[in-house]
């Protein structure tokens, strides 16, 4: 069955960096649509950015452009997040996800069957 697993979470100050990973197993990685998602205490999950393994397209969430970049190791089946600039309204458990094999229209929860079980972001002053 699909695994994911995130990794590389972490406590950092603003403007600091960090860089999840997500291996992926039991998955023809190609034939993906991979996605980061994010949840705060209170707060409902929502999607940051994802990448189509087939075509490389990447989207990402206003709130993260020009500060977050989404990658992927085809050769490795794994998924990363590179997080610059970071800032408290980043903190949250950061979700990796997939669906096949292509992107959803609505980049939302509900569009993704296969979920990690998470890496926690806390970003301070």
């Known amino acids: 069955q699909v695994q994911l697993v995130e990794s590389g979470g972490g406590s950092v100050q603003a403007g600091g960096s960090l860089r999840l990973s997500c291996a992926a197993s039991?998955?023809?990685?190609?034939?993906?649509?991979m996605a980061w998602f994010r949840q705060a205490p209170g707060k409902e999950r929502e999607g940051v950015a994802r990448?189509?393994?087939?075509?490389?397209?990447?989207f990402y969430a206003d709130s993260v452009k020009g500060r977050f970049t989404i990658s992927q190791d085809n050769a490795k089946n794994t998924l990363y997040l590179q997080m610059n600039s970071l800032k408290p309204d980043d903190t949250g458990m950061y979700y990796c996800?997939?669906?096949?094999?292509?992107?959803?229209?609505?980049?939302?929860?509900?569009?993704?069957?296969?979920w990690g079980q998470g890496t926690q972001v806390t970003v301070s002053l």
């Open positions: 039991g998955v023809t990685y190609s034939r993906y649509c």
């Open positions: 996800a997939a669906v096949s094999p292509f992107c959803p229209v609505v980049f939302g929860p509900t569009s993704f069957p296969y």
């Open positions: 990448i189509s393994t087939i075509s490389g397209t990447t």
